[in-house]
């Protein structure tokens, strides 16, 4: 596996699993990915081929505010990260289920 690759198999983080995204892929084919604050779109599309071996047709990315939260007395912030959606080709699918 070539240096590029693994640069690239880092860029995806984790799937985002709830029932927004559930029903996102279900109707348009389209997955939501928690993905590194620095990616961009190319990275991320070549990132997903590349793991579930699929044609990416677009992405979509959005930067997310984290939240500032109190613990008590200690004010405290989530860190920001980025979330993109993967929108793929007619005739190919990703099944997280048999992962």
Same mark, same amino acid.
């Given at each position: 596996m070539?240096?590029? &690759?693994y640069t690239l198999a880092s860029v995806l983080q984790?799937? *985002? *699993?709830?029932? @927004?995204?559930?029903?996102?892929?279900?109707? &348009? =084919?389209?997955f939501a990915f928690k993905v590194q604050k620095n990616a961009t779109k190319t #990275? *991320?599309?070549k990132a997903v081929e590349l793991m579930f071996q699929v044609q990416v047709d677009s992405v979509r990315v959005l930067n997310v505010k984290g939240k500032s939260k109190?613990?008590? #007395? *200690?004010?405290? @912030?989530?860190?920001?990260? =980025? @979330?993109?959606?993967? =929108?793929?080709?007619?005739g190919h699918d990703i099944d997280f289920s048999a992962a």
């Open positions: 070539s240096m590029l &690759n984790a799937p *985002i *699993i709830s029932e @927004k995204s559930t029903v996102a892929a279900e109707s &348009n =084919k389209q #990275q *991320i599309k109190r613990f008590g #007395q *200690i004010l405290g @912030k989530r860190s920001d990260w =980025k @979330k993109a959606y993967v =929108k793929l080709k007619e």
